[in-house]
C-alpha cells in the first residue's frame, strides 16, 4: 500500500510532499475551498460535532475511519487506489496497450473537459443542499446528509489534484472556476441541469442521492476504464465512497415507501396524506421527475463523442476490463429507436457511437433492482395492487434524440397537447411540492424520526439507531 501522509496540511497518498510546486498549488487553494465550504455548504450544524467517515488511507481498515468532527475541520485528502502494476489500457484502439501516466498531448483538452464536467457536480450537490439539515428528519438523516456533503467535497479534492498535477496553469483556473460557479445560479450556474435543480426536501434528497449519485456510479465507473491511469485510480476510490451515497438514497426512498404503506393502512380512506405521510401517488411522481432528469445525465444516444472517448480508450465500458473479452466494439452495431416521420424506428447504429446508451442501460438495470426492493418492502407492508414503476428512458427527456418529441410513461410518443394533459399525473404539481414542504419539520431528539419515514433497520458503523449522531448541543 502506498505511504499514507496523514500529518499533512493536505491528507494524500500521492506523496505530495515530493512535488513542491504542485503542493504549493494545493496549498493555496485549500483556503479558497474552505471559504467556499462555508459559504455554501452546510449552513446548518455546520460547526456541530458529526459522527462521520473520514478516508485516511485507500486500504480496507482506513478509508471508513468514524469518529466526531466539525465539518470545517474536516480532513479532506487525495486518495488514489494503488497502482495496478502492468495494467494495459482497457478499451479502443490502444487496447492491450501500458496505461498512461501523463496526459498524452493529444488528448490533453478533452480529458480536462471530462474531468472538469465530472468534478462540477460534486460541489454544485452540497450547495444544492445546504439548508436542508433545517429539515433533518432525524439526527441519522442529517448524519447521512452531512457524510455524503463532506465526501462530495473530498470528491472535488480527488478531481482538482488531477487538474493541478497533470494540467499545469489552465488545470489551476480550472480549479478555480469549480469554486466560482453556483447550482442553480443564473450567471454562473453548474455545467449540468441536475445539479441546478434546488433541494429543500427529503424526499428529493433521497430521489436525487439515489438516481443523481448512481449516475455518477456510472460515470465513474466508465472513468475508471480510463487509459489515463491516475484517472482511473481516483475513481475507483471514489466508487468505493459512493456506494454509501447510494445506501443513503435506496435506503431512504424504502423507508418513506414503508411509512406511506403504513400509514395508508391505518389511515381511514387508504390515503397516506391523511396521516402526515407520502402518498405512493406523489412518491411515483418524484421518481418520474428524478429519473428522468438522471438519465439525461448520460447524453445523446447517437454520439461521435461518446465514439471518440472509447476509441482514445479515456473511458470504457461499465466493467470494460472485467465483463467484456472484446475491447474494440468495432464492426459492432445496437439497434436505438428513433423517431422518423412521427414514429419510432429501430435504427442499426455503430456500437462505439451508442457508447452513452450502452451505459444508460446499465444505469436503468442497477435502478429497476432497487425499484424491486422497495416493492418488495410494499409487499411486506401487505400492500399488493400498487408497485413504484420507472418511466421509459423516452419519457420525459430534455437531452438527447428524445428531447424534442413527447412520449407517455411507457415511452409511445404521444402529441405535446397529451402530455401537457398528463403532466399533473406523472411529474409533481407545485401542490404536491407544497404538501412534500408542508412535511418538512426537524426532527432531532435521537432516536425519533419524522412521521413520513420510517426508522431505519440499524445504524451506522454498528451503532444503535438512537445514537446521538449530531451532538446538536455543540
Ligand atoms: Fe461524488
Ligand atoms: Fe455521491
Known amino acids: 500500500m502506498s ?19 504542485l503542493l504549493k498549488a494545493l496549498e493555496k487553494w485549500q483556503p479558497a475551498y474552505l471559504s467556499w465550504w462555508n459559504d455554501v455548504g452546510p449552513q446548518v450544524f455546520s460547526t456541530n460535532e458529526i459522527y462521520l467517515r473520514t478516508a485516511i488511507s485507500t486500504d480496507a481498515g482506513g478509508w471508513a475511519n468514524y469518529g466526531f468532527v466539525r465539518m470545517p475541520e474536516y480532513r479532506w485528502g487525495i486518495f488514489l487506489n494503488d497502482k495496478e502494476e502492468g495494467r494495459t489500457i482497457p478499451a479502443g484502439d490502444h487496447a492491450g496497450k501500458p496505461v498512461w501516466d501523463e496526459v498524452p498531448g493529444e488528448y490533453r483538452n478533452t480529458l480536462k473537459r471530462i474531468i472538469v464536467v465530472q468534478a462540477d457536480t460534486e460541489p454544485a450537490s452540497v450547495e444544492q443542499q445546504r439548508y436542508l439539515a433545517s429539515t433533518a428528519p432525524s439526527l441519522y438523516d442529517a448524519r447521512n446528509l452531512f457524510q455524503v456533503n463532506v465526501e462530495e467535497g473530498r470528491h472535488l479534492w480527488a478531481m482538482v489534484y488531477l487538474l493541478q498535477a497533470y494540467f499545469g496553469r489552465d488545470g489551476r483556473d480550472e480549479a478555480d472556476e469549480l469554486l466560482a460557479r453556483r447550482a442553480g ?31 455518477g456510479k456510472y460515470q465513474l465507473g466508465a472513468l475508471a476504464e480510463s487509459a489515463f491511469d491516475p484517472l ?52 411515483q411522481k418524484y421518481v418520474n421527475y428524478w429519473f428522468s432528469y438522471s438519465i439525461d445525465l448520460f447524453g445523446s444516444e447517437v454520439s461521435t463523442n461518446a465514439a471518440d472517448f472509447f476509441a ?36 442499426q447504429v455503430a456500437l462505439r457511437n451508442a457508447m452513452n446508451e450502452e451505459l444508460r442501460d446499465q444505469y436503468a438495470k442497477d435502478c429497476q433492482r432497487v425499484v424491486n426492493r422497495w416493492n418488495a418492502a410494499l409487499q411486506d407492508e401487505g400492500v399488493t ?5 420507472l418511466p421509459s428512458t423516452r419519457f420525459h427527456r430534455r437531452q438527447g434524440i ?25 411529474l409533481p404539481t407545485q ?41 446538536t448541543d455543540g
Open 3 to 21: 505511504h499514507i501522509d496523514y500529518d499533512e496540511r493536505i491528507p494524500n497518498n500521492v506523496n505530495l510532499s515530493s512535488d513542491k510546486r
Open 185 to 215: 445560479d443564473a450567471d454562473k450556474p453548474r455545467i449540468l441541469d441536475a445539479f441546478n435543480q434546488p433541494c429543500t426536501d427529503w424526499l428529493t434528497f433521497h430521489c436525487f442521492t439515489c438516481f443523481t449519485d448512481r449516475d
Open 232 to 283: 482511473a485510480r481516483t475513481c475507483k476510490f471514489m466508487l468505493t465512497e459512493e456506494a454509501h451515497h447510494l445506501f443513503v438514497g435506496e435506503s431512504g426512498m424504502e423507508r418513506i415507501i414503508r411509512r406511506s404503506a403504513q400509514l395508508a393502512r391505518e389511515s381511514s380512506n387508504g390515503d397516506a396524506r391523511e396521516l402526515g405521510g407520502i402518498d405512493l401517488t406523489t412518491i
Open 312 to 347: 482514445s480508450g479515456l473511458k470504457g465500458r461499465w466493467r470494460e476490463a472485467k465483463d467484456y473479452d472484446e475491447h474494440s466494439a468495432l464492426g459492432q452495431t445496437r439497434d436505438i429507436w428513433e423517431v422518423k416521420d412521427g414514429l419510432l424506428v429501430a435504427e
Open 385 to 389: 395492487d400498487i408497485e413504484i414503476t
Open 402 to 426: 428524445y428531447a424534442s418529441h413527447h412520449f407517455d410513461r411507457e415511452g409511445k410518443i404521444i402529441t405535446e397537447a397529451q402530455f401537457e394533459a398528463m403532466r399533473d399525473h406523472w
Open 431 to 471: 401542490a404536491d411540492r407544497d404538501y412534500v414542504q408542508s412535511l418538512m419539520k426537524p426532527v432531532l431528539e435521537p432516536g425519533k424520526f419524522a412521521n413520513y419515514i420510517a426508522a431505519p433497520r440499524r445504524g451506522i458503523n454498528r451503532q444503535e439507531v438512537d445514537f446521538e449522531y449530531v451532538r
